[in-house]
C-alpha cells in the first residue's frame, strides 16, 4: 500500500556510483576498526577463531555496503512537488512516505560534501518549524530544479508558522 | 530615540538569590556525604568556603552584565544591549509584541520588582528585575506605539494612564486581562496532589531504590525468619505508609506553592494564566500561536471524572537562561487546566478554542497488533530479570515480574485504548500510555509534516505507524498511532494531503 501511486521522480543512475565510492571510504573505516580489534585480539591473546570471526564480519558488512545497498538505495527513493506539496517515500528495509505541505517549509538547503562535489551529487534538505527532512542523491541539477521549484512555489503560499 | 535605562539595581540581589536557590541543594548533599564520613567539621568548612567563592565570582559576573545591560527605544524598536564580554544587542519590532509578561520571585517580591518578558512572534526580550516604576513606564511607552500589547496586569495602568493619551482614539483603554474562565482553589490543588499518580510512582521508585527494602523486607519475607517476622513486618508496614503520607503531603505543599491561586483568563485573541504563591506568574498565550490541545488522563482522575489539559506553542528562539526554569513553559508545553471535570472541559475549550470539537477517537488498533507492542521489551526485561537474578541479586525476578505484568497491561491498553478521529479540518490521536491515557487534538493547518512507516513485516501483516507532527517550542510534538491497518494509516495520511494540489488539478488549473 505504501507504493501505491508513488511520487513520480526517481534517482538518476549515475548516483550510484557516487554511493558506491562513499562506501568505499566507510570500508576504510571498517578497515582501521578491524585493525584496532586485530590489535587487541593478539594484545590479549584471545583465541584466533575471534579474529576469523571479525575479518569475515568486515569483509562481509563492506561487500553489503558496496554491491547492494548502492543499489536498493538508488531503488527507494522517490519525490514529487506538487503545487502545494512536496511527498518523498524512501527507506530500504523501513518504508517512510511523508507529506509536507509547501506553506509549512520555512527553508530549503542544498548540500554537498567534497566527495559527492566531485560526482556532482547534492543533497537538499527542507525545514519546517520543527522538522527536518532531506531528498538525498541528487544529481546537482535535479537538486537545483528542486529547491528552485519548491521556492517558487514558497512564494505563491503565504504563512506565519 | 528614548534614553538608555539600566536594569534595577536589585538585579544583583535577585541574581544571588537564584544563585543561592540553585546552589543550597548540590551543597547540602555535599555536606551531608561528609557528616556520614564522621569529618563534619572539615567538610562543612570546606563546602561554605566553595559556596562562598561561587556567589562571589557569580556577583562579580553579574555586576558586569547589570553595567553592560541596557535598553531603549529606537524608531519603533525596542532594544537591549548586554553581554558579559561580547556585547550583544537584541531588538525586536515594537509593532510585532504580542505582550508583556511578568513573573516574579520571593526575592523580586521582597524588592518590589518584576521579571518582564517582553513576547513577539519571532522572539522575545527579556528583562531580568525592573522597578514597577520602570515596568509601568515601559508598558506606557510600548502601549502607546503599540494598542495591540497585553499590559502586565499586576499594576492597574489605567490609574496613570495620561489625560492626553486617553484622549487618542485607539489607547483611550487599557486591555484587560479578559473573563476569569478558570481557577483553583486550595481543595482543587489537594484533589490534584492526591489524584496525581507522580507522587505514588515517586513511592515505588523510593521503595525499590532503597536499601531498606532490599535488605531487610525481602529477607523478612523469603528467609521467613520466625523470630523478626512477628512485630517488625507491622511496624515496616507503618513505616512505609509514613513514607507514603509524607511524599504526599511534600507533593501536596510543592504543588500549592506553584500552582497557588491558579487562574486563567480570557478575551478574544489571548489567555492569561496566572499562579504562584512565592513566585507570582503571569503568562500570556496569544492564541493564534496554539498549535495543539492535549488532554492526559490518568486512571485515577478518570475514576473521579477529572482530567487534565494542556496547550502546545511554538516559540522561535532559546528561552534566555534567566528563565530557563520557568516550569510552565518548557518545550512550549503549557499546562492550562491542571485539573478540570471531564464533563465541564467542552464547554470551557469552546468558549475559548471554538474552532476545536474534540472529537472521540474510533479504537482501531486490531487484536495482531497486541504482541507487537510488547515483544521487545517482554524480551528485554526477561533477560535482563534472569541474568541479574543469576548474578548479581537474587531477587531481581521480583521487579522483573512487576515489569513484565506492566508491559502486558501496557500491550492490552494499547489495543484497547489506541485511536484517531477525523473531521474536516482536525484529527484526535487517542493513544495509551501504563497509567494514563492521551488524546492530542490537532487542526489541519497546523500539522506540519504527516507520515507513514512500514517494513515488510508490517506489510505482510497490513499493519503500520503513522506519525503527524505539530511545532512545539523551537522543535516539533510527534504523534504516533503504531500497528494500526495500513488502511487507516492511509486514511489518515490522505486525509492530511492537499486535495487540491495533485499533478492533475495544478494542469487543470494552468490550462
Known amino acids: 500500500m505504501i507504493e501505491e501511486n508513488a511520487p513520480l ?49 568486515t569483509v562481509f558488512i563492506f561487500c553489503i555496503d558496496y554491491f547492494v545497498l548502492p543499489y536498493l538505495r538508488y531503488k527507494s527513493i522517490r519525490y514529487e512537488v506538487h503545487p502545494t506539496y512536496l511527498e518523498i517515500l524512501k527507506g530500504i528495509f523501513f518504508r517512510t512516505r511523508e507529506v509536507i505541505p509547501i506553506e509549512r517549509i520555512q527553508q530549503v538547503l542544498i548540500k554537498d560534501n567534497p566527495i559527492s562535489r566531485r560526482y556532482r551529487v547534492q543533497s537538499v534538505e527542507i525545514q519546517t518549524a520543527g522538522t527536518n527532512h532531506t531528498v538525498p542523491l541528487l544529481l546537482e541539477k535535479e537538486a537545483q530544479a528542486l529547491k528552485k521549484g519548491m521556492m517558487e512555489r514558497i512564494k505563491e503560499v503565504q504563512s506565519d508558522v | 530615540m528614548s534614553k538608555k535605562n539600566r536594569l534595577h539595581k536589585g538585579t544583583l540581589a535577585t541574581k544571588a538569590f537564584k544563585r543561592l536557590t540553585n546552589l543550597a541543594f548540590p551543597l547540602l548533599i555535599y555536606s551531608f556525604i561528609g557528616l556520614s564520613d564522621g569529618e563534619f567539621l572539615q567538610t562543612f568548612l570546606i563546602t561554605l568556603t566553595i559556596f562562598i567563592l561561587l556567589m562571589m565570582i557569580g556577583f562579580v559576573f553579574d555586576l558586569i552584565k547589570y553595567i553592560r545591560t541596557a535598553y531603549y527605544i529606537e524608531n519603533n524598536r525596542f532594544i537591549l544591549k548586554s553581554g558579559l564580554i561580547i556585547r550583544k544587542e537584541k531588538d525586536i519590532q515594537i509593532s510585532r509584541i504580542q505582550s508583556i509578561d511578568t513573573a516574579e520571585s520571593l526575592a523580586h517580591r521582597l524588592l518590589k520588582l518584576s521579571k518582564v518578558t517582553i513576547q513577539t512572534p519571532g522572539k522575545n526580550i527579556l528583562l531580568d528585575a525592573i522597578s514597577l516604576k520602570q515596568l509601568e513606564e515601559i508598558t506606557q511607552q510600548l502601549y502607546d506605539l503599540n494598542t495591540a500589547i497585553e499590559v502586565p496586569t499586576n499594576i492597574d495602568i489605567s490609574d496613570n494612564v495620561s489625560e492626553e493619551t ?47 527494602v532490599s535488605n531487610i523486607l525481602i529477607d523478612f519475607v523469603f528467609e521467613q525468619s520466625d523470630q523478626i517476622l512477628r512485630v517488625p513486618i507491622l511496624v515496616l508496614l507503618f513505616i512505609a505508609l509514613g513514607i507514603f503520607a509524607m511524599i504526599y503531603l511534600f507533593s501536596a505543599v510543592i504543588t500549592i506553592i506553584k500552582q497557588y491561586h491558579f487562574r486563567v483568563f480570557s478575551t478574544d485573541t489571548q489567555l492569561t ?83 476545536y470539537h474534540l472529537a472521540s477517537a474510533k479504537l482501531v488498533t486490531p487484536k495482531r497488533s497486541i504482541r507487537r507492542f510488547i515483544q521487545f521489551q517482554l524480551l528485554f526485561f526477561i533477560v535482563i530479570a534472569t541474568v541479574i537474578s543469576k548474578f548479581f541479586w537474587i531477587y531481581a525476578w521480583i521487579p522483573g515480574i512487576i515489569l ?39 487542526l489541519k493547518e497546523r500539522i506540519l509534516t504527516m507520515k507513514v512507516n512500514q517494513h515488510p513485516l508490517l506489510k505482510r501483516a497490513a499493519l503500520a505507524k503513522v506519525s503527524c507532527f505539530s511545532a512545539q517550542g523551537q522543535l516539533s510534538q510527534e504523534n504516533q498511532l503504531k500497528f494500526i491497518d495500513d488502511k487507516d494509516a492511509f486514511e489518515l495520511f490522505n486525509w492530511f494531503k492537499p486535495k487540491n494540489g495533485g499533478h492533475d488539478d495544478y494542469e487543470s488549473n494552468k490550462s
Open chain 1, 9 to 57: 521522480h526517481k534517482l538518476d543512475k549515475a548516483v550510484i556510483q557516487y554511493d558506491k565510492t562513499n562506501s568505499l571510504v566507510n570500508g576504510l573505516f571498517y578497515a582501521i576498526g578491524c585493525a584496532v580489534l586485530l590489535y587487541i585480539i593478539d594484545r590479549f591473546e584471545w583465541p584466533i577463531v575471534y579474529a576469523v570471526l571479525l575479518i569475515i564480519l
Open chain 2, 166 to 212: 486617553l484622549a487618542k482614539p485607539d489607547t483611550s483603554s487599557t486591555p484587560s486581562e479578559g473573563d476569569l474562565l478558570y481557577q483553583l482553589s486550595i481543595t482543587d490543588l489537594i484533589k490534584l496532589t492526591l489524584l496525581n499518580t507522580s507522587a505514588i510512582r515517586s513511592f515505588i521508585v523510593f521503595f525499590f531504590a532503597s536499601s531498606f
Open chain 2, 273 to 355: 494564566i496566572k499562579r504562584g504563591l512565592l513566585e507570582t506568574n503571569s503568562q500570556t498565550i496569544v492564541l493564534d500561536n496554539v498549535q495543539s490541545l492535549e488532554e492526559k488522563q490518568n486512571w485515577l482522575m478518570k475514576l473521579c471524572g477529572f482530567t487534565f489539559f494542556s496547550l502546545s506553542i511554538a516559540t522561535h528562539e532559546q528561552e534566555d537562561e534567566a528563565d530557563s526554569n520557568k516550569e510552565n513553559d518548557t518545550n512550549g508545553k503549557i499546562v492550562l487546566f491542571p485539573l478540570v471535570k471531564t464533563d465541564q472541559l467542552t464547554s470551557l475549550i469552546e468558549s475559548c478554542f471554538p474552532e
Open chain 2, 404 to 442: 513484565i505484568l506492566l508491559t502486558l497491561l501496557f500491550g492490552y491498553l494499547s489495543y484497547k485504548l489506541n485511536g484517531y478521529a477525523l473531521s474536516e479540518n482536525e484529527v484526535t490521536f487517542q493513544v495509551a500510555k501504563t497509567f494514563s491515557i492521551k488524546r492530542t487534538y490537532l
